[in-house]
């Protein structure tokens, strides 16, 4: 590190360019490094945000570079797993975006990589920084919830007209949005999984991986643990707004997201007549939990309404997660900070979406979780 600052290199630079701005004005990190394929769209961005040096064309090269401690990765999901481990191997410590790979195996090898490496990896999940989630884990922290007796989530998206590479993935393999946060209230790991598929999608989309379901829906247990979770998750041929919510059921109160984006979510607390059990509330934001230098990111980003990137126009900006991403990932590194999730959690959230979609096509076989995920 050079004056306590982590020295950043950033590859995948559609939505990646989001993080660029973060990590330049948080007083504990620098952006010295981006890579993209295209030299000349490489160029605009690097003057656009100032950044001198480091402009690489080759992810290889890029890795050569003494100069860069870790490497946030935003390139397509079929490369994370390749990219997480080439930058492992060369010493620097990873962020990636969701999810950490599309096969368990490939999830063990960058779990022996990391450990092997003595480096951190930390996978960059949004929801369990986004100011809803942050609001109900301020509530299951102080107690307010009790005892927690269910937790449901889901991800529901219409991924008509995004990249090619899209097209047929099964719903599970992308579910980390709805993992993650009913694994990370209580900070557990699932054990096992069963799933159900439901529906079918265009018969030309289903051939691409062999997954015919419109609709995955999984029961989640988790290890040391009496609470059960649902989550369910949509990717095409399914009319839904864009939703990745989060409900959560205690003894005392209980959370549900909102069904419509821009609505309140609704608190139900016990005890109350049956007419005043629910109440809309107002989620605050948290960027007092940040740096000041990067607190205004919870409330935008790079994109202007021109230019807005799709994950913004369908999720609302994921909850002005961004900057707490950044800045938990650089505690992570330069404190020794065991920040949310590391390594073998990754693999634990990931690994439930790949082994839910293998139990949906085995008609609802139960699968365990393997031991690699559960150390």
Same mark, same amino acid.
């Given at each position: 590190?050079?004056?306590?600052?982590?020295?950043?290199?950033?590859?995948?630079?559609?939505?990646?360019?989001?993080?660029?701005?973060?990590?330049?004005?948080?007083?504990?990190?620098?952006?010295?490094?981006?890579?993209?394929?295209?030299?000349?769209?490489?160029?605009?961005?690097?003057?656009?945000?100032?950044?001198?040096?480091?402009?690489?064309?080759?992810?290889?090269?890029?890795?050569?570079?003494?100069?860069?401690?870790?490497?946030?990765?935003?390139?397509?999901?079929?490369?994370?797993?390749?990219?997480?481990?080439?930058?492992?191997?060369?010493?620097?410590?990873?962020?990636?975006?969701?999810?950490?790979?599309?096969?368990?195996?490939?999830?063990?090898?960058?779990?022996?990589?990391?450990?092997?490496?003595?480096?951190?990896?930390?996978?960059?999940?949004?929801?369990?920084?986004?100011?809803?989630?942050?609001?109900?884990?301020?509530?299951?922290?102080?107690?307010?919830?009790?005892?927690?007796?269910?937790?449901?989530?889901?991800?529901?998206?219409?991924?008509?007209?995004?990249?090619?590479?899209?097209?047929?993935?099964?719903?599970?393999?992308?579910?980390?949005?709805?993992?993650?946060?009913?694994?990370?209230?209580?900070? =557990?790991?699932?054990?096992?999984?069963?799933?159900?598929?439901?529906? =079918?999608?265009?018969?030309?989309?289903?051939?691409?991986?062999? @997954?015919?379901?419109?609709?995955? @829906?999984?029961?989640?247990?988790?290890?040391?643990?009496?609470?059960?979770?649902?989550?369910?998750?949509?990717?095409?041929?399914?009319?839904?707004?864009?939703?990745?919510?989060?409900?959560?059921?205690?003894?005392?109160?209980?959370?549900?997201?909102?069904?419509?984006?821009?609505?309140?979510?609704?608190?139900?607390?016990?005890?109350?007549?049956?007419?005043?059990?629910?109440?809309? #509330?107002?989620?605050?934001?948290?960027?007092?939990?940040?740096?000041?230098?990067?607190?205004?990111?919870?409330?935008?980003?790079?994109?202007?309404?021109?230019?807005?990137?799709?994950?913004?126009?369908?999720?609302?900006?994921?909850?002005?997660?961004?900057?707490?991403?950044?800045?938990?990932?650089?505690?992570?590194?330069?404190?020794?900070?065991?920040?949310?999730?590391?390594?073998?959690?990754?693999?634990?959230?990931?690994?439930?979406?790949?082994?839910?979609?293998?139990?949906?096509?085995?008609?609802?076989? #139960?699968?365990?979780?393997?031991?690699?995920?559960?150390?």
């Amino acid at each position: 590190m050079a004056n306590n600052k982590l020295r950043v290199g950033l590859v995948g630079l559609g939505f990646g360019a989001e993080f660029i701005p973060i990590y330049q004005a948080h007083p504990n990190a620098e952006v010295v490094a981006l890579c993209q394929r295209n030299e000349q769209s490489l160029n605009e961005l690097a003057d656009k945000f100032g950044v001198e040096g480091g402009r690489y064309t080759s992810y290889e090269d890029m890795l050569a570079d003494p100069n860069v401690d870790a490497i946030h990765i935003n390139t397509p999901i079929g490369d994370h797993a390749k990219h997480s481990i080439m930058a492992l191997e060369a010493g620097k410590h990873v962020a990636c975006t969701v999810p950490m790979a599309t096969s368990v195996e490939d999830c063990e090898r960058i779990v022996k990589a990391t450990k092997a490496s003595g480096k951190k990896y930390m996978m960059m999940e949004t929801v369990v920084y986004s100011r809803e989630y942050l609001f109900v884990k301020e509530m299951y922290d102080r107690g307010d919830l009790g005892r927690i007796q269910f937790l449901q989530a889901s991800h529901q998206q219409d991924m008509d007209g995004w990249p090619s590479y899209w097209e047929g993935m099964p719903p599970m393999h992308y579910a980390t949005h709805c993992v993650g946060p009913v694994l990370g209230l209580q900070r =557990k790991l699932a054990n096992q999984v069963q799933c159900i598929g439901s529906g =079918k999608i265009r018969d030309e989309f289903a051939g691409i991986y062999g @997954s015919p379901f419109a609709i995955e @829906s999984c029961h989640i247990q988790m290890q040391d643990s009496d609470v059960g979770a649902r989550i369910y998750r949509s990717l095409y041929d399914t009319a839904r707004q864009y939703r990745e919510s989060f409900d959560v059921y205690g003894s005392e109160k209980s959370y549900e997201w909102p069904l419509v984006e821009g609505e309140n979510p609704v608190m139900h607390t016990r005890g109350k007549p049956e007419p005043e059990v629910p109440e809309q #509330v107002t989620v605050p934001d948290y960027a007092h939990l940040l740096p000041e230098e990067i607190r205004s990111f919870t409330g935008h980003g790079v994109y202007d309404e021109a230019n807005e990137h799709l994950s913004f126009t369908q999720g609302g900006g994921h909850g002005g997660s961004h900057p707490h991403l950044v800045h938990n990932f650089i505690r992570c590194v330069l404190e020794d900070y065991n920040a949310y999730p590391n390594v073998v959690e990754s693999a634990n959230i990931t690994c439930v979406g790949i082994l839910a979609h293998e139990s949906a096509l085995a008609g609802g076989e #139960v699968k365990k979780m393997p031991a690699f995920t559960l150390e």
